[in-house]
């Protein structure tokens, strides 16, 4: 079975959030970086219905998983222009 291979934005579309770049960077930016113990799904920024989302798809490692892992690297990351 082939798995299908989603882009970043259309994750983003798919969690009903701006999904054009300008979009995506001021959403990780605001959100940058999650800490460590705190699971993507987890984090306090997301409704019910997204955490839900991401949790189904990294668990069942559906055709998502890979974009979502890749969200979970991009919230990870210390904000860029951001200083301590």
């Given at each position: 079975m082939q798995k299908s291979h989603h882009r970043f934005s259309e994750l983003f579309a798919q969690?009903?959030?701006?999904?054009d770049p300008a979009g995506i960077r001021a959403f990780v930016s605001a959100h940058s970086p999650?800490?460590?113990n705190v699971a993507l799904a987890d984090?306090?920024?997301?409704?019910?219905?997204?955490?839900?989302?991401?949790?189904?798809?990294?668990?069942?490692d559906a055709d998502w998983a890979e974009v979502v892992?890749?969200?979970n690297?991009?919230?990870r990351a210390p904000a860029a222009g951001?200083?301590?």
């Open positions: 969690l009903g959030l701006p999904s999650l800490e460590a984090a306090p920024f997301w409704t019910t219905a997204q955490a839900a989302m991401l949790r189904e798809e990294l668990l069942g892992d890749q969200l690297n991009a919230l951001r200083t301590a």
